[in-house]
Protein backbone atom coordinates (compact mmCIF):
# COMPACT_ATOMS: atom_id res chain seq x y z
CA UNK A 1 0.00 0.00 0.00
CA UNK A 2 1.56 3.42 -0.82
CA UNK A 3 -0.02 6.61 0.84
CA UNK A 4 0.75 9.75 -0.63
CA UNK A 5 0.25 13.23 1.66
CA UNK A 6 0.08 16.73 0.41
CA UNK A 7 -1.29 19.77 1.66
CA UNK A 8 1.22 21.00 3.74
CA UNK A 9 2.73 24.39 3.98
CA UNK A 10 3.46 27.56 5.93
CA UNK A 11 0.26 29.79 7.19
CA UNK A 12 -0.45 31.98 9.97
CA UNK A 13 -1.98 31.22 13.78
CA UNK A 14 -5.17 31.32 13.01
CA UNK A 15 -5.38 30.20 9.51
CA UNK A 16 -6.13 26.64 7.92
CA UNK A 17 -4.73 24.25 5.60
CA UNK A 18 -6.43 20.79 4.04
CA UNK A 19 -4.14 17.61 4.13
CA UNK A 20 -4.76 14.84 1.93
CA UNK A 21 -3.48 11.23 1.65
CA UNK A 22 -4.38 9.60 -1.84
CA UNK A 23 -3.97 5.72 -1.03
CA UNK A 24 -2.79 3.22 -3.82
CA UNK A 25 -5.59 0.55 -3.25
CA UNK A 26 -9.52 1.03 -2.43
CA UNK A 27 -9.66 2.45 1.19
CA UNK A 28 -12.89 0.47 1.68
CA UNK A 29 -10.12 -2.27 2.32
CA UNK A 30 -8.30 -0.42 4.90
CA UNK A 31 -9.36 -0.57 8.52
CA UNK A 32 -8.74 2.31 9.81
CA UNK A 33 -6.51 5.75 8.34
CA UNK A 34 -4.96 8.09 10.00
CA UNK A 35 -2.82 11.47 10.68
CA UNK A 36 0.26 11.23 13.15
CA UNK A 37 2.69 14.39 13.21
CA UNK A 38 6.21 14.30 14.91
CA UNK A 39 7.62 18.19 16.15
CA UNK A 40 11.44 18.72 16.40
CA UNK A 41 12.47 16.97 19.46
CA UNK A 42 9.57 15.38 19.85
CA UNK A 43 7.87 11.88 19.64
CA UNK A 44 5.45 11.52 16.88
CA UNK A 45 1.93 11.24 18.49
CA UNK A 46 -1.64 10.92 16.97
CA UNK A 47 -3.64 13.59 15.41
CA UNK A 48 -6.49 12.01 14.02
CA UNK A 49 -7.86 8.19 12.87
CA UNK A 50 -11.05 7.61 11.00
CA UNK A 51 -12.47 3.98 11.09
CA UNK A 52 -13.84 1.99 7.75
CA UNK A 53 -16.83 2.07 9.67
CA UNK A 54 -16.67 5.80 9.64
CA UNK A 55 -15.77 6.28 13.08
CA UNK A 56 -13.66 9.04 14.20
CA UNK A 57 -11.13 9.80 17.05
CA UNK A 58 -9.19 12.92 17.87
CA UNK A 59 -6.42 13.61 20.02
CA UNK A 60 -7.33 16.17 22.81
CA UNK A 61 -5.22 18.64 21.54
CA UNK A 62 -7.11 18.87 18.12
CA UNK A 63 -10.69 18.46 19.18
CA UNK A 64 -12.86 20.89 17.61
CA UNK A 65 -10.80 22.28 15.59
CA UNK A 66 -9.42 19.46 12.93
CA UNK A 67 -11.82 17.11 11.45
CA UNK A 68 -10.49 13.72 9.38
CA UNK A 69 -13.01 12.57 6.37
CA UNK A 70 -12.81 10.67 3.49
CA UNK A 71 -13.53 10.33 -0.20
CA UNK A 72 -14.21 6.63 -1.00
CA UNK A 73 -14.31 7.43 -4.78
CA UNK A 74 -11.09 8.93 -4.25
CA UNK A 75 -9.44 6.74 -1.94
CA UNK A 76 -8.22 10.03 -0.04
CA UNK A 77 -8.50 11.03 3.20
CA UNK A 78 -8.59 14.07 4.54
CA UNK A 79 -7.75 16.09 7.45
CA UNK A 80 -9.00 19.37 7.59
CA UNK A 81 -7.14 21.94 10.05
CA UNK A 82 -8.70 25.43 11.61
CA UNK A 83 -7.81 27.86 13.77
CA UNK A 84 -4.23 26.80 13.70
CA UNK A 85 -1.79 26.96 16.47
CA UNK A 86 1.82 27.45 15.97
CA UNK A 87 1.94 24.01 18.38
CA UNK A 88 0.89 22.35 15.51
CA UNK A 89 3.84 22.83 13.92
CA UNK A 90 5.06 19.28 12.89
CA UNK A 91 5.73 16.88 10.08
CA UNK A 92 2.31 15.40 9.18
CA UNK A 93 2.42 11.44 8.13
CA UNK A 94 -0.37 9.40 6.95
CA UNK A 95 -1.36 6.29 8.33
CA UNK A 96 -3.46 2.98 7.18
CA UNK A 97 -3.60 -0.12 9.31
CA UNK A 98 -4.83 -3.16 7.95
CA UNK A 99 -5.73 -5.98 9.70
CA UNK A 100 -7.00 -8.83 7.71
CA UNK A 101 -4.84 -11.31 7.25
CA UNK A 102 -2.63 -9.55 9.83
CA UNK A 103 -2.04 -6.44 11.14
CA UNK A 104 0.14 -4.52 8.65
CA UNK A 105 0.79 -0.60 9.01
CA UNK A 106 1.88 1.53 6.37
CA UNK A 107 3.06 4.91 6.53
CA UNK A 108 3.31 8.07 3.92
CA UNK A 109 6.11 10.45 3.57
CA UNK A 110 5.20 12.60 5.57
CA UNK A 111 3.95 16.63 4.29
CA UNK A 112 5.49 19.74 6.43
CA UNK A 113 3.20 22.27 8.40
CA UNK A 114 4.70 25.47 10.04
CA UNK A 115 2.30 28.18 11.51
CA UNK A 116 3.83 31.28 12.21
CA UNK A 117 2.79 33.28 15.35
Known amino acids: VQLQASGGGLVQAGGSLRLSCAASISINSINTMGWYRQAPGKQRELVAT???????NYADSVKGRFTISRDNAKNTVYLQMNSLKPEDTAVYYC????????????WGEGTQVTVSS
Open 95 to 106: NAVIMVPTVRAY
Open 50 to 56: LTRGGTP
